[in-house]
């Protein structure tokens, strides 16, 4: 694919689409090159619908196909909370900060076997004629009482995966990408990418 436009203001979450998207797609555009773009209100009640209505809203304004994801931390404890409201878990606008504070608070003596976790991830490419795809990816993990590492952004310094010992935020990020949530959803995407280029 020549072009794709990545729905995200998220520098972080830009910086693992492009290297993701390494040799698939040409030119990775994001809302900075076009200004004017629609600012979107994530209201849906899930992943899926949110990273719908961001695809299709700049596919339409574009003209173009984009890429927009929802993803977030669902706690075992926390009955699936802080869900598709995982960034603005403590009010909007909260920085990454406030929201692992307000997780911490949440999970303050909660023991080990019961802070299990899972980030999901659901990615919808839309085109401009309103054709949409969706993948979705998850990674399970354990929530630490205190951040770990310097890499990565969000929830990130408090998710460890087990079998490789360290957060998602000390893992390299060939490594990161590999294994995460957007990762995973990632690699079925690509795979769609490169049927489309064999038609």
Not at 183 to 199: D, H, S
């Given at each position: ?19 993701l ?73 909260a ?87 957007r ?17």
């Open positions: 694919m020549k072009e794709l436009m990545v729905a995200s203001g998220n520098k972080g979450k830009l910086r693992e689409f492009r290297e998207l390494r040799g698939v797609v040409d030119t990775v555009l994001s809302p900075a090159d076009f200004p004017g773009l629609p600012e979107v209100e994530e209201d849906g009640d899930s992943f899926e619908a949110n990273a719908l209505k961001k695809a299709r809203s700049a596919a339409v304004f574009t003209g173009m196909p984009v890429l927009a994801d929802d993803s977030g931390l669902s706690v075992e404890y926390l009955h699936g909370r802080p869900g598709a409201h995982s960034a603005r878990f403590a009010g909007e606008g920085s990454d900060a406030d929201n692992n504070a307000l997780l911490l608070r949440e999970l303050a003596g909660v023991p080990t076997e019961m802070r299990g976790a899972a980030f999901h991830c659901v990615i919808a490419l839309c085109r401009p004629d309103g054709i949409c795809l969706t993948f979705d990816g998850k990674l399970s993990g354990t929530m630490l009482e205190e951040a770990r590492g310097a890499g990565g952004f969000g929830y990130d310094p408090l998710f460890l995966v087990p079998e490789y010992g360290q957060t998602l935020s000390e893992l390299p990020l060939e490594i990161k990408n590999a294994i995460s949530h990762g995973r959803a990632m690699q079925q995407l690509k795979a769609a990418l490169a049927g489309e280029g064999k038609e």
